[in-house]
């Protein structure tokens, strides 16, 4: 640890360099996939603008508790079923997973698609619990 230490007292300018360059990826990255959303805001967005909701869980935890009128497409499966969102192409697409890890590689592949009002909402199933929010079985 203190070579280290010693490392980035002598190399302090590529050490920040270094930390610049993780920082702008991470944004980059993070930009890519669509902006994230609490709960709360992706409610009042899918609402406001009749938008959708897309379940990236698989089946089983899907019929254990969703959002109401949520479309279930597995995050492994939605190369091949992202047909299904084209009615929702200029309209808002909140993605939802279990803790909010999917959805930001799922939000670049529609990005990709073209889509472009497409949003991750934070925290995922486990946050809309947490804030006791209604699901349907």
Not at 55 to 74: E, F, T, W
Request: glycine content about 8%.
């Amino acid at each position: 640890m203190a070579l280290f230490l010693e490392f980035l007292a002598e190399q302090w300018i590529l050490a920040a360099a270094l930390l610049a360059v993780i920082i702008m990826l991470v944004m980059h990255e993070t930009r890519k996939s669509g902006p994230s959303l609490s709960p709360q805001q992706a409610i009042n967005l899918v609402n406001g603008e009749q938008g959708v909701f897309v379940d990236l869980r698989d089946a089983a935890s899907y019929k254990q508790g969703h959002i109401v009128d949520a479309l279930n497409i597995p995050a492994a499966k939605l190369p091949d079923r992202m047909g299904e969102l084209e009615k929702y192409r200029d309209k808002p697409i909140v993605l939802v997973c279990k803790m909010g890890q999917q959805a930001g590689a799922a939000g670049k592949q529609l990005r990709a698609g073209n889509f472009e009002k497409v949003y991750k909402m934070s925290g995922g199933m486990m946050e809309w619990g947490n804030l006791q929010l209604p699901t349907v079985v």
